[in-house]
C-alpha cells in the first residue's frame, strides 16, 4: 500500500468513529437535554474518534496492516491532535464557558478571565511533574513525551480509581451472595410505619394551624377578654406549639429515613428477582469469576509495590513460553502470539470503551442540568481523551516486544515502569477504600 491509501483507511476510519461519537453524544447524552452548542456535539465527537484511533492503531500494529511509515505518521499525527484537544481545545472552551455564565463579569472581560485560566492550567499540568519521575527540561517543553508524561498521571490515576472501585463493586452487585432476602412482609411493615408517621405529621401540623388561628382571633378581641381566655383556657399555649414543631421535624426525618428504607429493600426485591433469570445467573458466575480477579489483583499490586517490581513480558509471550518449555507443547509460538495478542487487545479495547462510556453515561445523568450540561459534556470529554491518551502507555505491556517498537518511539523515553508502579498503587487504595465502604453500608443493612 502507499501512503495515500493507507491515509485514505485511516479518514474513513476516523469519519465512522466521528459518526459514533455525535450519534452517542445525540441519543444518549443528550437525550433528555436541549442541544445548544453545536461545537461542543463537535469536540466531544472529535476527541472520541482520536481515542478509537489510538487503539485502532495498536490492532493495526499487531496485524502488520498499513506500511510501518504510516503507520509511524498516523501514530504522531494522531495522539499530537489527542493532546491538542486535551491540553488546548477543550481546556480553553470550558473556562470559557465558565465565564461567560457568570453574570456578573463584564463581556468584554470573558476573554481575558478565559486566556488567564488556560494558562494557570497549563501551569499546574506542568507542575505536576515535579513529584513524580518524569521528563526534564532537556527532553525540551513544547514536545509529544512532556504532554503525555503529564497527562499520563491523570489518567492512571482515573484508570486506576475507576479500575479498583470496579473490580470490587462489580461481584458486589452481581453476585447472589450479596443479595439480602427480603420479603414483601418486611416492605409491607415499614410502608405501615411510613403511613402512620405520616399521619402523625399531619395531625400535629393540623393542630398547629388551630392554634395560630385561634390565637389570631384572639389578639383581635378586647384585652379584658384575652385575660379571661388565658386563665380558663386549657388549649395549646406557644410553648406547646415549639414542642410540636420539634416532634415534627423529628418525625420527618424518620419519615425520609423509612422512605430510603423502604426504597433499598425495594431494589433488593428486584435484584432478587433479576438473579432468578438466566441473565441473572450468567451474571452472578461473572461474579465469582472476577471476585478471584480482584483478590488476585490486589495480591500482585501488593507484591509489585513491596518489591518494587514490573513485567517485563507480555502475558501472552508469557504463558505461550511456559506451554513450550515448561509443558511441552508444540505450537508455532509466532503464530499464536500474534492472534492471541490481537484477541487480547480487542477484548481490552472494548471493555475499556464500553466501561467509560457507561460510567460518564451514569456520572452525567447524575449531575447535569439544562444549564450546565455543555459544561459536564466538556469536562467528560476531557475526562475521556486523558484516559485514553493513559490506556496507550499501560497497554504497551500488554503487547509483545516486537509490536511495542513504534508505540516506544512515538511515546520517546518515558518513564513507563513508573506508571504501571503508579497504577498499582492507587488501584490498591480504591479497591480496599470500596472494600471498607462496602462492607459498612452492608453490616448497617443488617
Known amino acids: 500500500m502507499s501512503f ?35 461545537s461542543v456535539q463537535l469536540i466531544f465527537a472529535m476527541t472520541f474518534a482520536l481515542c478509537l484511533q489510538m487503539f485502532e492503531l495498536i490492532i493495526f500494529e499487531i496485524l502488520g496492516f498499513l506500511e510501518s511509515s504510516s503507520r509511524y505518521f498516523h501514530w504522531r499525527f494522531g495522539l499530537a491532535s489527542l493532546l491538542l484537544m486535551v491540553i488546548a481545545v477543550i481546556p480553553i472552551y470550558i473556562s470559557y464557558s465558565f465565564a ?12 481575558f478571565i478565559t486566556l488567564i485560566s488556560w494558562f494557570v492550567f497549563l501551569y499546574g499540568l506542568w507542575k505536576i511533574g515535579d513529584p513524580f519521575p518524569l521528563l526534564s527540561v532537556s527532553h525540551g517543553i513544547f514536545t509529544i513525551e512532556q504532554a503525555v508524561s503529564r497527562i499520563g498521571v491523570i489518567g492512571v490515576t482515573v484508570m486506576a480509581l475507576l479500575s479498583g472501585f470496579g473490580a470490587v ?3 458486589y452487585t452481581s453476585m447472589t451472595y450479596f443479595i439480602k432476602p427480603v420479603s ?45 381566655n388565658s386563665v380558663t383556657n386549657r388549649d395549646l399555649s406557644g410553648e406547646n406549639i415549639g414542642q410540636l414543631r420539634l416532634e415534627i421535624s423529628g418525625l420527618e426525618e424518620l419519615s425520609r429515613q423509612l422512605f430510603v ?56 509471550t508469557k504463558a505461550l513460553e511456559i506451554a513450550v518449555h515448561w509443558c511441552g507443547f508444540d505450537i508455532d509460538l ?7 495478542s490481537f484477541f487480547l487487545v480487542g477484548c481490552i479495547v472494548v471493555t475499556s470503551i464500553r466501561g467509560l462510556l457507561l460510567t460518564l453515561t451514569k456520572f452525567f445523568y447524575r449531575i447535569s442540568s439544562s444549564k450546565s450540561s455543555n459544561i459536564i459534556v466538556l469536562v467528560l470529554a476531557q475526562i475521556m481523551g486523558m484516559y485514553f491518551c493513559s490506556s496507550v502507555l499501560l497497554m504497551r505491556m500488554n503487547m509483545p516486544a516486537e509490536y511495542r517498537i513504534i508505540i ?19 488501584f490498591l487504595v480504591s479497591a480496599l477504600t470500596t472494600i471498607v465502604v462496602l462492607y459498612l453500608s452492608q453490616k448497617k443493612l443488617q
Not at 277 to 302: A, P
Not at 416 to 423: E, L, S, V
Open 4 to 38: 495515500l491509501e493507507d491515509s485514505v483507511i485511516v479518514l474513513v476510519s476516523q469519519v465512522i468513529f466521528f459518526s459514533g461519537g455525535w450519534m452517542f453524544f445525540n441519543r444518549q447524552l443528550f437525550k433528555y437535554y436541549e442541544i445548544r452548542h453545536t
Open 100 to 111: 461567560s455564565n457568570i453574570t456578573f463579569i463584564p463581556v468584554r472581560w470573558v476573554k
Open 169 to 171: 463493586n462489580y461481584p
Open 184 to 228: 414483601q412482609q418486611d416492605v409491607s411493615t415499614l410502608e405501615r410505619r411510613l403511613l402512620l408517621t405520616l399521619d402523625m405529621i399531619t395531625g400535629k401540623k393540623k393542630r398547629i394551624a388551630l392554634e395560630l388561628k385561634r390565637n389570631k382571633q384572639n389578639n383581635n378581641k378586647p384585652r379584658l377578654w384575652n385575660i379571661f
Open 261 to 316: 428504607e423502604i426504597s433499598k429493600m425495594k431494589d433488593m426485591q428486584e435484584r432478587q428477582i433479576w438473579s432468578k433469570t438466566l441473565q441473572g445467573r450468567y451474571f452472578n458466575c461473572l461474579g465469582h469469576f472476577f471476585s478471584l480477579y480482584c483478590i488476585w489483583k490486589i495480591f500482585i499490586s501488593t507484591i509489585n509495590i513491596i518489591f518494587d517490581r514490573v513485567g517485563r513480558k507480555d502475558p501472552v
Open 334 to 340: 509466532v503464530f499464536w502470539n500474534q492472534h492471541i
Open 408 to 426: 516506544t518511539q512515538v511515546l520517546g523515553s518515558l518513564h513507563f515502569n513508573f506508571y504501571h508502579r503508579w497504577f498499582d498503587v492507587i
